[in-house]
């Protein structure tokens, strides 16, 4: 077997002019290494058969490996190691390793095919080790890069010829992308749409070929994009029951390589929306207050080094009763920063509401909606008047500045109106069947809103976006979410022009999405090793209180295999209703919106309890929803415990056991 491999790596290099390793020999590699107390410290023997390392560990150990090879100086510029989709997320991408005598930049271009250009970048990155993100690969082909080593003046000294070879996307990760109109030449720039219910992250070049993908599907809000070359990313499956949409509890703070610098976590988790603020570099990031009975309806600062909470905001505490008629009653969908300010202005989906609200002083400053909804409550005199004709929005999504005069008080915003109103119905909606993208100019001293421009584009019934690019002549309405598909289309991205309106190309996506952006990528930063040994994983889960029961309570209580008998609709191939696996620290199960209502860790000494009964479904649509919940592992003593659970009023044994240590 040893032999085939060398002969097989001998023409792989032969073929592909560099030395070749998938991610799966890469994880065996990282396996060996040890990180510090601090990120790794327990370990889990159990009869569970899914164990994995939290997604964080994993690309720690992986750097390591690269380091080492670095440090061994291994590989060379001829004869460098190509390592393909090295983190497992990011598919179309890959690592190129090598050591050179001189400190050089490394420059590449990979040949354009299926009508695109080629594709130059460089990793501005002086040194002698090397670590290219090769970054922009075509997927299901042979992709021909030609590397440069480069001088301090920018002078070519070497270079080689590459190929990579990337497989087809399959399943829910194929899409498609079809541009309408004629192609034109972002150059390092790709449009990038990410979230939705029927696809993953993906961007895609002016020729609409798919350039970046990510293998893990988000959660349906998708990413966001930190501005410096980083993002945040919330699990789909990892979530914990609310009043509506579960929420997820674990976010990942991650690059484009599919690298995971940090996991944050929280109790009550993270929606529709996350901002970097630009002074503190704290995240700002949408969540539930649950314990009042109402969700999406927060906002929290969280510090990016602890996962401390510092600071939250509940809308609940800024508007009187009169809209508050269910739990999703304001649903807070995006935000913009002001830094100057330390102000956020919001978007509130069911109150058909644009709002300023001061962080510092937990205040309302103004409200943008039609002044008729708050013609009866308490927040009336804080509602703009219009300066002229406006045609107001309803159930509006991805508010965002356009310009800011903190010293005059003056703002431009733009929004994305849906225009329906199924979630809030008021009188006065005009029943239009056309989604518009807005812009609107705010004076704050003379307490007035107006009208700029009001481009109306397809009906996209949820979701959807709007932005204006860098140099401030085009402006994209990104419609996720379309109530009719057009040719089997769920999306579409129209492209004005600023001045005019005008629609200058069309392009249709067949797979809906939550927002996009255009984007480039960092190649300095993602050629820059993650290092350290600080705390990879911070913040905290629901508490795991220890539990008045005791053990002998236990062993009445009924065996989890009688479920399916009266419930088979609840089970799994397994026969059981949940699917139990151990990631990092945490204890997760898998299965329906609200079913299992306690999670109990026990043995003869402790009872520990997780209760997910504080909650209730209020939407049919959230019902049937299947996810992980999550119990947290290091807050227990090290021994041996068994699981139960709470399901409806019984409590049920299962036959799953584990054992918590500490690394020796």
């Known amino acids: ?128 080790r090397h670590r290219v993100p090769i970054m922009g690969l075509y997927e299901n082909a042979y ?53 939705g219910y029927g696809g993953s992250t993906y961007a895609f070049d002016e020729n609409g070929n798919v350039r970046f993908i990510l293998g893990r599907p988000s959660h349906p809000y998708g990413i966001h994009d930190l501005g410096n070359g980083k993002f945040l990313y919330a699990e789909k499956s990892m979530r914990r029951p609310n009043f509506g949409n579960a929420h997820s509890v674990v976010m990942h703070e991650m690059d484009y390589m599919g690298r995971v610098y940090k996991t944050f976590l929280h109790p009550n988790g993270y929606h529709h929306w996350a901002v970097r603020e630009e002074n503190s570099g704290n995240y700002l990031v949408a969540s539930s207050s649950v314990q009042d009975l109402s969700c999406e309806n927060m906002i929290i600062e969280i510090d990016p080094e602890t996962g401390n909470v510092l600071r939250s905001i509940n809308v609940n505490d800024l508007f009187d009763k ?73 159930q509006q999504h991805a508010v965002s500045i356009l310009e800011c005069d903190s010293t005059a008080h003056t703002y431009k915003i733009i929004l994305f109106d849906n225009h329906t109103a199924n979630r ?64 089997g289309y769920r999306a579409k991205i129209y492209k004005y022009d600023y001045k005019s309106g005008e629609c200058v190309n069309e392009i249709l996506c067949k797979k809906d999405f939550f927002s996009g952006m255009e984007m480039e990528f960092d190649i300095r930063g993602l050629s820059e090793p993650i290092l350290g040994d600080k705390p990879i994983v911070v913040g905290k889960l629901k508490n795991l209180n220890r539990s008045k029961r005791i053990f002998g309570q236990f062993e009445n209580a009924i065996d989890i295999s009688l479920y399916k008998e009266n419930n088979e609709e609840d089970c799994f191939e397994n026969g059981l209703p949940f699917i139990p696996r151990i990631t990092g620290n945490i204890l997760q199960i898998y299965s329906r919106d609200h079913l299992i209502k306690k999670v109990y860790l026990y043995n003869e000494k402790e009872v520990y309890e997780q209760d997910y009964s504080d909650t209730e479904q209020k939407s049919e649509i959230f019902v049937k929803h299947k996810y992980y919940i999550n119990v947290p592992l290091d807050e227990i003593e090290n021994g041996n415990y068994k699981i139960a659970l709470k399901i409806g009023e019984y409590n049920y044994t299962t036959d799953y056991w584990f054992k918590k240590t500490i690394f020796i």
């Open 1 to 128: 077997m040893k032999i085939k491999s060398q002969i097989s790596d001998a023409i792989k290099k032969k073929l592909f002019n560099t030395f070749i390793i998938n991610e799966d020999v890469f994880s065996l590699m990282a396996e060996k290494e040890q990180l510090s107390d601090k990120q790794e410290k327990y370990r889990y023997e159990t009869n569970i058969e899914n164990v994995q390392q939290s997604l964080a560990v994993r690309t720690y150990k992986k750097e390591l490996v690269i380091e080492h090879m670095l440090d061994k100086r291994t590989y060379d510029f001829r004869n460098s190691l190509l390592i393909l989709n090295p983190y497992k997320i990011s598919l179309l991408t890959a690592l190129l390793i090598f050591n050179t005598d001189v400190e050089c930049m490394v420059k590449y271009e990979i040949k354009g095919i299926r009508g695109s250009k080629n594709y130059i970048i460089c990793d501005n990155n002086y040194t002698k």
């Open 424 to 487: 809030r119905p008021v009188k006065y909606f005009d029943k239009v069947e056309k989604s518009n993208v807005l812009i609107l100019n705010i004076d704050e001293k003379s307490g007035k809103v107006s009208q700029e421009k009001r481009i109306p584009t397809s009906l996209s019934i949820t979701r959807s976006n709007a932005f204006v690019t860098d140099k401030g002549d085009y402006i994209f309405a990104m419609c996720g979410n379309l109530k009719e598909q057009i040719d």
């Open 143 to 195: 992709n021909i890069v030609q590397i440069y080593l480069l001088d301090s003046h920018g002078q070519i000294i070497d270079m080689n010829k590459i190929m990579i070879h990337t497989p087809k996307l399959r399943g829910k990760l194929e899409t498609e992308v079809k541009v309408m109109g004629q192609a034109e030449n972002k150059g390092s720039k790709f449009m990038l749409v990410t979230g």
């Open 322 to 394: 009169t809209y508050v008629t269910r739990s999703d009653w304001a649903h807070i969908n995006a935000f913009a920063y002001i830094p100057e300010e330390d102000c956020v202005i919001v978007s509130m989906r069911n109150i058909h509401t644009i709002a300023k609200i001061s962080l510092k002083d937990n205040e309302l400053i103004w409200i943008i909606a039609n002044p008729r909804f708050y013609k009866k409550t308490e927040q009336k005199d804080k509602v703009l008047k219009p300066a002229g004709h406006i045609d107001w929005f309803f």
